[in-house]
């Protein structure tokens, strides 16, 4: 029978020889018992925890979901993503909490055909020694044409080399596309940030009274995280903040409605100003989606 909620001793779902899933897009009254029943269908679940806000209990929409093995895992991401549990089509994907991004090189590989899926990825780039593969997807799991993986340096340069052009099956109209394969290198100052107000003290010619000296930063439990790459979605924002051991209670990544794109920045809010200021001095500068966060108090 399966168990709910073991951690591990370094705080992770995973045993010594499973694997831990993310399991987004759960409608709020899917609980422990019932996304276990559903997921065993398919494998061995060894512990399931529904994530919940600590002040009122209710389910964040995600949780995660460990395997007794790899093998079991992989096979309940091929068949459960993007199926339907309780009205909601589900985004199951391997949980990268506990991955290990030191000293690796982020190579970005675009126009994928919808349906590529991470084995494929991993298979094609295995004589490189791929130490992570990650298809990016909305929400709903749904492919957005492109992956982050991440390579030893120099099998970086080697994967970038040999396979920038290859020629991926699988379009929706039987034609292959070939894939763009490069170093992720979006750089620190891309991303759009909030307009800054303009100093109006001064007249057209020069004159008036001098610009006020900046205001003092002022402490909230609203954090401002700028610099976001433009696919980082509120799932991967609340994940980041979230594994930084404090109990987030919103993450939302601020969107411009009528291009439906990002606009480079979001908010983390958290339940006390404390808890707040102990994530800014962990999270500033730290990386998310290959990018270098910017996080200060949201002044409004």
Same mark, same amino acid.
């Given at each position: 029978m399966a168990a709910f909620g073991g951690l591990g001793m370094d705080g992770s779902m995973a045993g010594a020889t499973g694997m831990t899933l993310f399991v987004g897009n759960l409608a709020w009254e899917t609980g422990e018992e019932d996304l276990t029943q559903f997921m065993s269908g398919v494998g061995n679940v060894t512990g399931c925890e529904v994530q919940r806000h600590a002040d009122t209990g209710r389910s964040k929409g995600w949780a995660l979901v460990?395997?007794?093995s790899p093998d079991e895992a992989s096979y309940a991401m091929q068949q459960l993503n993007t199926q339907e549990m309780n009205g909601r089509k589900l985004n199951v +994907? @391997?949980? +990268?909490?506990q991955i290990?991004?030191?000293g690796t090189i982020p190579v970005y590989v675009g126009n994928l055909p919808w349906a590529t899926t991470r084995e494929?990825?991993?298979q094609i780039f295995a004589a490189y020694n791929p130490i992570d593969v990650h298809v990016k997807t909305t929400m709903s799991g749904r492919s957005r044409g492109f992956a982050i993986l991440r390579f030893a340096p120099e099998m970086a340069a080697a994967a970038i080399q040999n396979l920038d052009g290859y020629e991926l099956g699988g379009a929706a109209d039987g034609t292959t596309r070939s894939i @763009?394969?490069? @170093?992720d290198r979006q750089g620190a100052g891309d991303a759009a940030q909030p307009p800054r107000r303009k100093n109006r003290s001064a007249n057209q010619n020069g004159g008036g009274a001098p610009p006020a000296a900046a205001a003092e930063e002022v402490s909230s439990n609203?954090?401002?995280v700028g610099n976001l790459n433009w696919d980082t979605d509120d799932d991967d924002l609340f994940q980041h903040f979230q594994n930084a051991g404090i109990q987030v209670v919103s993450a939302?990544?601020?969107r411009n409605d009528k291009l439906d794109k990002s606009k480079g920045w979001g908010l983390v809010t958290y339940s006390s100003v404390a808890d707040a200021e102990a994530a800014k001095s962990k999270l500033n500068g730290s990386e998310l989606d290959s990018r270098p966060i910017?996080?200060?108090?949201?002044q409004k």
């Open positions: 460990t395997f007794a +994907r @391997e949980d +990268r909490s290990n991004h030191d494929e990825l991993q @763009e394969v490069r @170093e609203t954090l401002f939302k990544v601020q910017k996080v200060k108090f949201d």
